[in-house]
């Protein structure tokens, strides 16, 4: 539904869009038959999308005011999956400034070769920055998180730190046939995120005392197996 007025005289005018109820599912494709020439790796298949919307323009710029309801999405980006994302975006300003809020941003789970669940999260973003507040999720036993991530959508490259908190090393050795062990790991993340993909930087994972145990079923050494994983330990 949507109503349109201009006043030719005065060069003012507005439209009022809204959309209830749109479902997403597995067995549609939605992003490539609504966009011409769409050839990015992402599209929904599951949940429920509101939205309202109001523009109003006069000679000299485009103000834009909206809400999108998310409604237990799923959906996918490469070959990573989510479902269950549940939030309510605003929309508001001049299209030359405008700024997008969600104060509650929540996904009960990620397939991102490992699953990811509870992850939890406030979002303010403009054309320049994206700032995210109280960022938490839960993963291997343990959780993953940081009160504030800042991140410029202008630079080439961008770093971030996320600490881990009780991983249970049991868990991260499974995603490695013939090594296992016990223990609960804690320490640092530091990302480099550019165009072309992310980087870890010299992360940190302690064990807490009393320590763990690996064992492997090879002959190479448990710094090796370790490293196997991609887990160093400090």
């Excluded at 323009?57 to 269950?84: A, E």
């Excluded at 030359?96 to 009960?108: H, L």
């Excluded at 302690?206 to 994983?229: E, F, H, N």
Aim: aromatic share 8%; glycine share 12%.
């Amino acid at each position: 539904n949507g109503e349109f007025t201009h006043n030719l005289g005065s060069g003012r005018g507005q439209l009022t869009t809204q959309l209830q109820g749109m479902e997403f599912h597995q067995n549609k494709s939605y992003f490539p038959r609504l966009i011409e020439n769409w050839h990015h790796p992402f599209d929904l298949f599951a949940g429920q999308l509101d939205m309202n919307s109001k523009l109003t323009w006069d000679n000299s710029q485009l103000y834009v005011k909206g809400r999108l309801q998310l409604h237990d999405i799923g959906g996918f980006y490469d070959t990573n999956l989510f479902y269950g994302l549940n939030t309510e975006v605003q929309i508001d300003g001049p299209l030359a400034d405008i700024k997008v809020r969600a104060e509650s941003f929540k996904v009960a789970k990620m397939d991102v070769g490992i699953e990811v669940k509870n992850v939890t999260m406030s979002l303010h973003s403009s054309l320049d920055n994206l700032h995210i507040a109280d960022f938490q999720a839960e993963l291997l036993g343990g959780t993953i998180g940081q009160k504030r991530i800042s991140y410029n959508w202008t630079q080439p490259k961008n770093t971030l730190l996320l600490e881990l908190q009780g991983l249970q090393l049991s868990e991260l050795l499974e995603l490695e046939p013939g090594i296992e062990g016990y223990g609960v790991l804690d320490g640092q993340l530091p990302l480099s995120i550019r165009a072309d993909g992310i980087s870890v930087i010299k992360g940190q994972i302690k064990a807490r005392l009393p320590g763990g145990v690996i064992k492997y079923q090879s002959g190479q050494s448990v710094s090796a197996a370790a490293a196997s994983v991609g887990v160093g330990f400090a």
